[in-house]
């Protein structure tokens, strides 16, 4: 069954390092989202994309967050600049126009 | 604005009946997901409904919404340990472009032998 992979599945980064995490969505699927849970938190919601743009995004999604599609199957979020405060599981997922794939995420530990 | 409500915890015991609630306020939802998480794990989705039906059953989950009310619940029937885990009620309103998912805070269900 095919499903949305990310890698690493943990990052331990010193603050104020760039990191990437990446994500394969589930190929055919045309939405992708980047969600992140800080831990014993709720799963909140960063940006959407969908045609090769951001479609949506949250407050939390600043100047700090991209996100790229570089080839057509990758799909990246860069955390520029980070801070203490940016640790949490990092969840990427993929869609049609009903439901939404989770990948098993990316434990982000900024030390 | 969009907020999805559950309450934190359910213990059942095992063989019973688990039954999760969750109350959303944006009436233009048009979807509703229910998510499993068990422990250090990604979130898989279990089911969804839209909006223009009031239920939906699938094995041993059955999903049911009350529209009017903005209420949706999740029976577990005979609830294994499996079933324990965090369940996230979500919702979404799709539309020409890609609409996030908001999700509510998660039902811890833990199962008494």
């Known amino acids: 069954e095919p499903e949305v992979t990310q890698t690493p599945s943990h990052q331990v980064t010193q603050m104020g390092q760039e990191v990437i995490l990446r994500c394969v969505p589930i190929?055919?699927?045309?939405?992708f989202y980047w969600y992140r849970q800080i831990l014993g938190q709720k799963v909140e919601f960063l940006v959407s994309?969908?045609?090769?743009?951001?479609?949506?995004k949250s407050e939390i999604f600043d100047d700090q967050f991209s996100v790229e599609r570089p080839d057509g199957s990758n799909f990246t979020l860069k955390i520029r600049s980070t801070k203490l405060e940016d640790s949490a599981m990092y969840f990427c997922?993929?869609?049609?126009?009903?439901?939404?794939?989770f990948g098993q995420g990316t434990r982000l530990t900024v030390v | 604005g969009e907020d999805v409500e559950q309450s934190l915890f359910l213990s059942v015991r095992e063989g019973d009946s688990s039954v999760i609630n969750c109350t959303y306020t944006?009436?233009?939802?048009?979807?509703l997901y229910w998510y499993k998480q068990e422990p250090g794990a990604g979130l898989q989705l279990l089911t969804y409904?839209?909006?223009?039906?009031d239920m939906k059953q699938d094995q041993r989950l059955t999903v049911l919404l009350n529209k009017k009310d903005k209420h949706l619940s999740l029976r577990i029937a005979d609830t294994q340990t499996g079933d324990s885990a965090i369940y996230f009620c979500?919702?979404?309103?799709?539309?020409?472009?890609?609409?996030?998912?908001?999700f509510g805070s998660g039902t811890r269900l833990s199962i008494r032998p």
């Open positions: 409904i839209f909006s223009n039906m």
């Open positions: 944006d009436s233009s939802s048009t979807y």
């Open positions: 994309f969908y045609n090769n743009e951001i479609s949506e």
């Open positions: 997922a993929s869609g049609g126009q009903r439901e939404a794939f």
């Open positions: 190929s055919n699927h045309l939405y």
């Open positions: 979500a919702e979404s309103r799709r539309d020409s472009s890609a609409s996030k998912i908001i």
